[in-house]
């Protein structure tokens, strides 16, 4: 797949924003909770705080601190609990002290005094090697009013334990999201992209030749529908203008050719006059020459844009390959002797296609003619015709100067000459080729060219056979 394609920029800059937005909630989520598990535990040794400086603590005095030991005990069991509670005199003096834990999480002995001052609701998170201890700390009074200060705490590790949970199916669960959405973006991408993949396809596939064909117009209401209405009216409005030029060349072509002929035939009956002087002959010959190739031109325009308005399915009929190639060859063989040129016409059983019999005939006098034109005297032609997997296939092959590779592309385009000079002397216009294509196209046939320059060229024309060529018209 493209790399550059729409889809895939659009599908990984989606994954991209995916991932980045579920990485910040997940650790947005492990901020919250982590603040929020902490808060609720601290909470929770507070309350207890205040319920032995209120219970035990206010109703005893310095004599009684031995008494608080034992109820705290009794009453809390911290080690059994896991728990820390340490219960000190404001001036630093030690009173109870719980030991450690039976899980032996946090070491109590360790466990930094308090040092300031005003100590009430203060809560601070001692880290051990572990794992942290979370205190909440609550100043009391006893009746004595001995001031005391009371710490209550309690192992983070649940806690962490909680948020490594959490973190572990986060990390699990994000990749599995993002691949869900990321799949289901890429499905809805295609979808989405989908007109514009059969848009491209049905433009690729409209030339000149079926410009009457449209895109498919998706009724999405969408910005794609838009887009293709506009390329469908651009596409009516091209096919307008080139309807325009070839309906101009049709009829300039047709409107030249009676004057034309009028010209010619005035020309011919002046250089008959034998009182002519010498120099006035000649001149007249020339231009005669001229009218002459201008109305060959004429005829290859006219004859080009009949073909492009489809006519060449006019006189659509069946017919022997085979002979028709014979008899050309056979017309043109006095063209060949006149430059010594040969023509052998291989002699082969009948091969039957359906077409326009005349059109064709032109195809086989045009690429004939070109043979000989290019083919200096002593030269060969070879014509041939056989069938081939459902083909016919005419071929007509000379040794004479051949094409240069870079020219052969161009071969069969209007008004295409390999050496202009060179193919003027010889009288050319440039369009026969382009017609034998014209013909061809219209009989679903495929006409190539191989040549090598000096050696001589091959013209191939590879024709489906009648019983084909049926279901091809169809
Ligand atoms: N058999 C061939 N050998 C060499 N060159 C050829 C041959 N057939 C065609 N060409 C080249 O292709 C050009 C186009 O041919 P075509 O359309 O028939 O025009 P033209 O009127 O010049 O014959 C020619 O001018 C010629 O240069
Ligand atoms: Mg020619």
């Not at 942290?132 to 983070?156: H, M, Q």
Request: hydrophobic share 45%; charged share 25%.
């Amino acid at each position: 797949m493209n790399p550059r394609s729409l889809r895939l920029r659009l599908v990984a800059w989606y994954a991209g924003v995916l991932t980045i937005v579920f990485v910040l909630l997940g650790v947005l989520t492990l901020f919250f909770l982590q603040h929020y598990l902490e808060a609720n535990l601290l909470d929770t040794q507070a309350q207890r705080a205040r319920q032995i400086a209120a219970t035990l603590l206010a109703h005893a005095g310095a004599n009684d601190e031995p008494a608080v030991r034992t109820q705290v005990e009794n009453l809390y069991s911290p080690e059994a609990n896991d728990r820390f509670i340490r219960i000190t005199r404001a001036d630093g003096q030690l009173v109870y002290a719980s030991g450690a834990p039976k899980d032996a999480r946090f070491d109590p002995a360790r466990v930094p005094p308090l040092h300031s001052g005003d100590i009430d609701g203060k809560s601070r998170k001692v880290r051990g090697p572990d794992g942290s201890l979370l205190i909440a700390a609550l100043a009391a009074t006893g009746t004595d009013g001995t001031r005391y200060r009371v710490e209550v705490g309690a192992a983070g590790a649940p806690i962490e334990a909680t948020l490594i949970h959490v973190l572990i199916m986060l990390a699990i669960g994000l990749p599995i999201a993002v691949c869900v959405a990321v799949a289901g973006g890429f499905v809805l991408v295609r979808r989405a992209l989908d007109p514009v993949e059969r848009m491209a396809r049905k433009a690729e596939e409209i030339t000149q030749h079926n410009l009457s064909e449209r895109l498919p117009v998706v009724r999405s209401g969408d910005e794609l529908e838009r887009l293709s209405v506009s390329l469908n009216h651009m596409i009516s409005r091209l096919e307008e203008a080139i309807h325009g030029s070839k309906q101009f060349v049709a009829d300039a072509s047709h409107e030249l050719r009676t004057p034309l002929t009028v010209m010619r035939g005035e020309l011919e009956s002046l250089a008959q006059d034998g009182q002519l002087r010498g120099e006035t002959r000649e001149a007249l010959g020339s231009v005669l020459e001229e009218v002459e190739r201008l109305a060959e031109i004429v005829e290859g325009l006219f004859a080009l844009s009949r073909l492009d308005a489809g006519e060449a399915h006019s006189e659509w009929v069946r017919f022997d390959l085979t002979e028709l190639a014979a008899t050309t060859a056979e017309q043109m063989s006095l063209l060949a002797e006149d430059k010594r040129v040969s023509v052998a016409c291989e002699s082969s059983p009948a091969v039957i296609v359906a077409g326009d019999r005349a059109r064709l005939k032109q195809v086989v006098v045009n690429l004939l003619d070109n043979a000989i034109k290019y083919t200096p005297s002593g030269g060969r032609v070879a014509l041939s015709v056989r069938r081939d997997n459902g083909h016919a296939v005419l071929e007509i092959a000379d040794n004479g100067v051949g094409i240069p590779a870079d020219a052969l592309p161009h071969v069969f385009k209007r008004f295409f000459r390999v050496d202009d000079s060179r193919s003027r002397e010889q009288g050319g216009a440039g369009l026969g080729l382009s017609i034998v294509k014209s013909i061809c196209t219209a009989h679903s046939a495929v006409v190539e060219v191989t040549s090598a320059p000096g050696k001589g060229s091959t013209f191939r024309i590879k024709q489906p056979l009648a019983e084909d060529a049926a279901a091809h018209s169809r």
